[in-house]
Nanobody
Framework: QLQLVESGGGLVQAGGSLRLSCAAS????????MAWFRQAPGKEREFVAR????????DYAESVKGRCTISRVNVSNTVYLQMNRLAAEDTAVYYC???????????WGQGTQVTVSS
């Protein structure tokens, strides 16, 4: 079983930055890629960014491209999401996820709240 624990959420002013962390444990050898999603109140969960575990290939949603950077540290099985120039529309619960070779989510984290005040 894979377990994911997110941290780093909180309250930040518009224009500020946050770094989210997600530590994986358990069957980490099975990780193909990891990703961040977010869900704002009243909206569906949406993709934010993903990174492949072996080669570090990244993809981003258009809404965060240029403002967010996803990275990973394989030795500690941790993925990060650095978010800069945050805006009110970035307010959401952010979820870490493990992806399989088809880029489908096979495990969700519990989520961490990010609130951006304007």
């Amino acid at each position: 079983q894979l377990q994911l624990v997110e941290s780093g959420g909180g309250l930040v002013q518009a224009g500020g930055s946050l770094r989210l962390s997600c530590a994986a444990s358990g069957r980490t050898f099975s990780i193909y890629a990891m990703a961040w999603f977010r869900q704002a109140p009243g909206k569906e969960r949406e993709f934010v960014a993903r990174i492949t575990w072996n080669f570090g290939r990244t993809d981003y949603a258009e809404s965060v491209k240029g403002r967010c950077t996803i990275s990973r540290v394989n030795v500690s099985n941790t993925v990060y999401l650095q978010m800069n120039r945050l805006a009110a529309e970035d307010t959401a619960v952010y979820y870490c996820a493990v992806l399989d070779t088809n880029m489908q989510v096979v495990r969700w984290g519990q989520g961490t709240q990010v609130t951006v005040s304007s």
